[in-house]
């Protein structure tokens, strides 16, 4: 695992093979909690076994003198759920500063909601917090760095700074209260930056600033306004005196217009859009010549918010407090992307029309069906559909050249992506790459970007059904660089475009590491091999990585990894950070297995984490707990550390206390590929609830579990899915926890929601297939509802409507517990324990 000898206790574990089932189960045997769960691969459905002689033993050891500075502390309730500081405060965000000499990160302040910033560097540890007067030195909003130029700019606080790379002088460049925000390079000695509708450069060197040019929503100026009315046009034609005037206006107009278009570099381009748009997005290049500006219509729409009340306040009173509107709320919209050449002061609005597939009807079938339904009849149509921005990243990028500029645009009913690029010589949309997808396109693996050298991209895309990396010159044809049934993600193009660095689950879906491969195509070299989740920052001279690594019962620790062009193998990680504390690392905490269970309804197996108790001479029948993870697009069965961590505590003392937990990555979750995402499209609920009854099934079969003793609880989505379970599937589990949970998704958001159900007016069928609001009359098991009242996520009124369903069905084995101060994540540790007491109680009671 490559770990410093220094950084965790002396401990050694054997790695050792169970057969359970149709699972090949891999684990460790240790004394404490630095154990970790290894690979587990299903035999009966996947074609590689893990051959236990090729995985070397390994010893993982801890400074004992950290174990010795802990104070007792009991694996209970109110320890679980108190206030997360006693783990130790892991750091977060980590990042290299402007020089690359230091590495910084946050690290939350101990009692307080504050995040302080450390500096620290190799053999240094934690290091020491910065000082207030020195921040703006490392904290960036955002930092750019290219080796064609001598300096690295930033933003920190709203102004702009710069640094020179010979010299590591910093200069503040801007004193404003109007914040700086799009920073580029501009020319060769100076960076641009947008505030508010305008857009400025300024060169490092001297200091001088200059407007670029500025916007404007409504008309533009003209000398003289047209008659408004018969009075006014009389007027005119009637009175001298009017007519002089307005020939006087119209000449002055007419000289300041030719002395702008004469002296264009005095002058700041102004521009004009319709009155009732707004701004999107936009961008300079890198010459100055050219823009691009993307708006949109601003129309208020119907239920454009909604109001939440907050009724715990100071002043004694109830907030009103404005939220999302719904899904159910939701209106098509498009946005309009403007190329504007700055010198002429001319503006071109591009047009959608190249762009393949634009005109499809993609939803055809879906409101055919729909419309069967009612007994209509629905006929195709070939109008374009609403294009925009994808913002899940910075979606507009220039060439360095200036010559070109690509954008990532998506449809607005999320079946399509397309990359497109500008010839600012030609200024027109050309398709480089289309994305499309039946269910819906990915929010997630849309990262791209240029080449430096050369007038190509790089961009990911789940085509083959994971993300993979590719490369595309503006005339050629795409080109794979890396393929498999794993996912690529955080690429990073070296600035000699030599490598490609990037994050991937190859050798397990569970495990993540680094890789870097070359960008004209070669082996891919694996440069960690920690066998966890790990995450990377590469250092601004592309010579150290630093790492954010976890085990599944270890928080995340900064560790750091050497690289040059000589790297062929795996990189001896240095510990950097100790952060987690000794009161946790006394505790000894269940390590889960991961398992992949067989699936009764895809090829592919279902990855999970099982915590088993110790085993006893006792043949009794154990009870269970399945925890269904939330988000649903979210992976849990991985061998890091959990962001589920409360959760993880709270299925340690499950286990001390002899349940079973299973924990299952069901169809949905993510890390598995692009069909395992898409399965429930337009049936949310559905595979899921199928998955988890196979998850019952192994318990019962490989766990010694007994089927009437199994239990569900899980937040948000996985509040959602103990409804679907306890509704569509009354006898798979005897009691059930739904926290934050969603019971009508056309009261959820839009983005999240018409993805996968596209919206209720196009397809209520999906809706109502989907929503256990519709499915309530199925309970006759316990159920425990628990909802934040404050939740601007999933709303109150989802219990709220629900409640009075089960009410009117005459329902009675329900009990609903109300949190009227917290938000859809909770934050007072009261209400984490009242929280998991009443589950636990539920457990105990009912299983």
């Known amino acids: ?186 020319k060769k000695t100076g960076l641009s930056y947008q505030q508010g509708s305008r857009f400025y450069a ?50 002055r107009f007419e000289f300041d217009q030719k002395v702008k278009q004469e002296n264009p570099s005095h002058m700041v381009s102004t521009f004009y859009f319709n009155k009732s748009d707004t701004n999107v997005a936009a961008s300079v290049s890198p010459d100055g010549k050219y823009a691009i500006v993307v708006t949109r219509e601003n129309t208020p729409t119907r239920s454009d918010t909604d109001i939440m009340p907050h009724y715990i306040q100071e002043d004694g009173r109830i907030a009103a407090q404005a939220v999302r509107k719904r899904v159910a709320d939701a209106e098509p919209q498009a946005h309009d992307i403007h190329f504007l050449d700055l010198r002429a002061n001319t503006q071109k609005r591009l047009s959608y029309k190249a762009l393949p597939g634009v005109n499809e009807d993609v939803l055809a079938s879906v409101k055919a069906e729909n419309a069967t339904r009612v007994g209509k009849t629905y006929t195709p149509n070939r109008l374009p559909r609403e294009v925009r921005l994808l913002s899940t990243q910075s979606p507009i990028k220039w060439h360095d050249s200036s010559s070109h500029v690509a954008l990532m645009l998506e449809a607005w009913d999320n079946k399509d992506r397309w990359i497109v690029t500008v010839d600012v010589e030609k200024p027109q949309l050309t398709n480089q790459h289309r994305a499309h997808d039946k269910a819906w396109i990915n929010y997630r693996f849309n990262q791209f970007a240029w080449f430096d050298n050369s007038l190509s991209l790089w961009l990911l895309s789940e085509e083959s059904g994971y993300s993979q990396l590719y490369t595309k010159a503006l005339d050629g044809d795409l080109k794979a660089i890396t393929q498999g049934n794993f996912v690529v993600d955080d690429v990073v193009l070296t600035k000699d475009d030599r ?105 592919r197996p279902i990855y999970s984490r099982v915590y088993l ?28 550390w959990s962001g589920y961590f409360r959760e993880f505590m709270f299925h340690s003392l499950l286990v001390s206390k002899g349940y079973v937990v299973l924990d299952m990555d069901y169809r949905a979750s993510a890390g598995y590929g692009r069909d395992w995402r898409t399965a429930i499209y337009r049936q949310m609920g559905t595979p899921e609830v199928e998955d988890l009854k196979d998850g019952v099934r192994w318990l019962v079969d490989n766990a010694n579990v007994d089927e009437g003793r199994i239990g569900t609880y899980g937040g948000s989505y996985g509040g959602f899915l103990t409804f679907m379970s ?44 989907s929503s256990p609001i519709y499915f309530a009359e199925g309970l006759n098991k316990p159920l425990l509802i628990n909802a934040p009242m404050v939740d601007n996520n999933v709303f109150f009124v989802d219990v709220v409507r629900l409640v009075q369903r089960l009410i009117e069905l005459e329902k009675e084995n329900f009990e609903t517990a109300i949190y009227p101060v917290e938000p859809h994540g909770f934050v007072q540790p009261s209400s984490w324990l009242d929280e998991y007491r009443r589950i636990f109680k539920l457990f105990e009671t009912h299983l």
């Open 499 to 603: 490598y490609f660095y990037y994050t991937a689950n190859k050798k397990h879906p569970g495990i993540y590491e680094i890789y870097r491969r070359p960008s004209e195509g070669g082996n891919a070299t694996a440069l960690t091999d920690l066998n966890g989740k790990t995450e990377y920052v590469l250092s601004p001279n592309e010579n150290e990585l630093v790492l954010t690594h976890s085990k599944l019962t270890m928080p995340p620790e900064l560790y750091t990894v050497t690289v040059d062009d000589a790297v062929t193998e795996s990189v001896m990680a240095n510990k950097l950070t100790n952060t987690v504390s000794p009161e946790f690392l006394s505790i000894p905490w269940t390590s889960p297995s991961i398992v992949a269970i067989e699936s009764s309804h895809t090829e």
């Open 726 to 769: 306890l509704f569509n599937e009354p006898e798979l589990f005897q009691a059930g926890a739904a926290l934050r949970p969603v019971s009508d998704w056309a009261h959820y958001n839009l983005g999240y929601t018409s993805n996968i159900l596209n919206t209720p007016n196009v397809d209520p069928i999906a809706y109502e297939r």
């Open 1 to 186: 695992m490559n770990l410093n000898k220094t950084a965790l206790p002396s401990n050694k574990f054997q790695l050792i093979a169970v057969i359970i089932g149709t699972s090949v189960l891999f684990s460790c045997n240790a004394t404490d909690s630095s154990s970790t769960a290894a690979v587990n691969i299903d035999s009966s459905k996947t074609s590689s076994i893990i051959n236990t002689k090729t995985i070397e033993q390994k010893t993982l050891q801890i400074d004992t003198r950290v174990l010795e500075q802990a104070a007792p502390v009991s694996l209970t309730m109110e320890q679980i759920m108190s206030d997360p500081d006693w783990l130790g405060r892991q750091p977060e965000n980590a990042y290299f500063s402007a020089d690359g000499d230091s590495i910084l990160y946050s690290r939350k302040r101990e009692g307080a909601v504050v995040r302080d910033l450390f500096i620290t560097s190799a053999n240094q540890g934690n290091g020491i917090i910065v000082e207030h007067q020195d921040r703006h030195l490392y904290d960036y909003d955002v930092i750019v760095d290219d080796q064609d130029f001598d300096f690295v700019g930033w933003i920190h606080e709203g102004n702009v700074f710069a640094q020179n790379k010979q010299t590591k002088k910093v200069t503040q460049l801007t004193k404003s209260s109007d914040r700086a925000f799009n920073l580029s390079y501009y």
């Open 202 to 251: 300024v060169d490092v060197n001297t200091g001088k600033q200059e407007q670029l040019f500025e916007w404007y929503f409504g008309k533009a100026p003209t000398a003289v306004d047209a008659p408004k009315d018969y009075i006014a046009k009389e007027q005119i034609k009637l009175i001298k005196y009017i007519q002089v005037q307005r020939k006087n206006k119209q000449d």
């Open 613 to 640: 108790p110790e085993q006893t001479d006792s043949n009794e029948k154990r009870r269970a707990v399945v925890f269904t993870h939330g988000a649903g697009y979210l992976q849990n069965a991985h061998l890091g």
